[in-house]
């Protein structure tokens, strides 16, 4: 089930943020501010709120919005579920490690998985430790290249719990602060 809050305008593009729902309610304020400031400058922004049941969630309402609304974009705040890739280190930069080795140190974390919507991936498993990284194996028979159709970004807490959650606020505070000097 999630919760999702219209823009306040229609304008030519759409901007998207995905929060889980226990972010959203420890940052509220600060998250509907940076809201407010994105449609001021002129996107009109989708918040979407859920405990997001996994990257494929997720990427559902990227495509749709992209598709329907115009989206040129998206952040992920708090704990938006992370897609870990195997059979890709071709597309890193530095990234070489044998894949026989364990799952989480030889996959590579990887939002292209969201905003590259010709990439195909199949599932393998979820984390049985960190239940937010999700293995999915790179298609081989598929696009083998980047090409965005949006750009996504993370805001993601280094600290746990009530901590976090002010890391967040703190940031998203700064952002709209920053973004009103002229």
């Known amino acids: ?7 306040q305008s229609r304008v030519a593009s759409s901007f998207a943020i995905f929060i889980d729902d226990k972010s959203y309610d420890a940052c509220k304020d600060a998250v509907m501010a940076y809201k407010d400031m994105l449609e ?9 709120v859920a405990d997001w049941e996994g990257p ?4 559902y309402f990227l495509e749709k919005y992209y ?3 115009a989206m040129e974009g998206a952040v ?8 870990m890739v195997r059979k890709a280190q071709h597309m890193t930069s530095a990234f070489k ?15 292209r998985f969201y905003d590259d919507f010709d990439l195909k991936f199949t599932f393998i498993k979820r984390d049985s430790t960190d239940t937010n990284l999700y293995y999915y194996n790179l ?13 996504t970004g993370r805001i993601k807490p280094t600290k746990e719990g009530e901590e976090g ?9 700064k952002v709209v602060a920053e973004r009103q000097q002229p």
Do not use: W
């Open 1 to 7: 089930q999630q919760n999702i809050i219209g823009p």
């Open 40 to 48: 001021k400058e002129g996107l009109a922004t989708y918040l979407l």
């Open 56 to 59: 494929e969630h997720v990427k």
């Open 67 to 69: 598709n329907e609304q």
């Open 76 to 83: 992920f705040i708090g704990n938006i579920p992370i897609p």
């Open 97 to 111: 490690m044998s894949e026989k080795m364990p799952f989480n140190p030889s996959s590579v974390p990887s939002d």
């Open 139 to 151: 298609v081989g028979n598929g696009p083998q290249r980047i090409n965005c159709e949006i750009y």
């Open 165 to 173: 959650y002010k890391q967040i606020t703190k940031y998203l505070n």
